[in-house]
């Protein structure tokens, strides 16, 4: 049952996230130009990742409420179902998470404006953000943790959705600035790297109670620590991509950034494993 859970969180973090990101850095990297060939890859892939979000989301609902109820019958009954999403405070978030996946799926389907997509992808990141740990904390506290597991989960869609932009701009490079593109990424990525660190000691000081939880090289600390070493690892591949860019190494920057974004997507599965583990609250 744990691996199918985290499966599950894997998936819908990893495709929520890039749509975000993809929504959110499309203008910024590439301006506000027509791309026709680009722009049509895109808004297929982020329908396919719309669908995939939406039921993703279905299947978190039915693995946490055969969780809570410790029979699948009971998850697959519209009477439970709906106790689950009208009583509790994961299924009332979920309830809105939900829909507002369907809803951005409809307004890729009907190719409405970006701005909506990209309104669309923010709110599911809202209602994202108090799942799993970030409902372990009441009051001020609880409140203060959600925002920031939220701002840790747009820096961290923001730098993911831009790795899939690039691979997609790599995959048709004519028509494009790589070197400038390269640029702009790599000015925006200071300041996503900066976030997604700050916010994660953040969440690790809330839900620990100190600035790394112990002990170090089992189970949560352990997850942790990999996770960490996974975005070292992207900085450092960033700082590569950045002089291949330069060089007109072109061929080994498509490889470069595909390893960035697998790495990307292995420290969501850690994230991802992260969320079905206590965090050791020392105090």
């Known amino acids: 049952m744990q691996s199918a859970v985290v499966l599950c969180r894997f998936l819908h973090f990893a495709v929520v996230l890039s749509l975000f990101g993809t929504c959110l850095l499309r203008p910024w990297l590439i301006g506000n130009t027509l791309h026709a060939a680009l722009d049509r890859g895109l808004l297929g892939i982020k329908r396919w990742l719309a669908l995939l979000a939406l039921l993703s989301a279905g299947g978190w609902l039915l693995l946490t409420t055969t969780n809570m109820t410790g029979d699948w019958s009971d998850a697959l009954s519209p009477a439970t179902l709906q106790l689950v999403l009208g009583k509790t405070f994961f299924g009332q978030v979920w309830s809105w ?16 404006r970006p701005a909506c997509n990209l309104l669309l992808g923010l709110l599911l990141l809202a209602t994202l953000a108090p799942v799993g740990h970030g409902a372990m904390l009441d009051g001020l506290d609880g409140r203060l943790l959600m925002l920031n597991q939220f701002v840790h989960l747009s820096a961290v869609g923001a730098w993911l959705g831009g790795l899939l932009l690039l691979l997609r701009v790599l995959a048709q490079p004519a028509g494009h600035d790589l070197e400038r593109l390269l640029r702009r990424f790599s000015s925006l990525g200071y300041a996503l790297v900066a976030m997604i660190i700050l916010s994660g000691l953040v969440n690790v000081r809330m839900l620990t109670g100190a600035p790394w939880p112990t002990p170090l090289f089992s ?60 965090p050791m609250l020392m105090n």
């Open 219 to 278: 189970g949560f600390a352990l997850i942790l620590l990999i996770k960490v070493l996974m975005v070292a690892l992207m900085l450092a591949l960033a700082l590569f991509n950045l002089v291949m860019s330069r060089r007109g190494r072109f061929s080994v920057l498509r490889s470069s950034v595909t390893v960035e974004w697998l790495l990307g997507l292995g420290a969501i599965l850690a994230v991802s494993l992260l969320g079905t583990l206590p």
């Open 97 to 112: 998470h939900l829909g507002l996946c369907l809803l951005l799926l409809i307004s890729l389907l009907a190719n409405a």
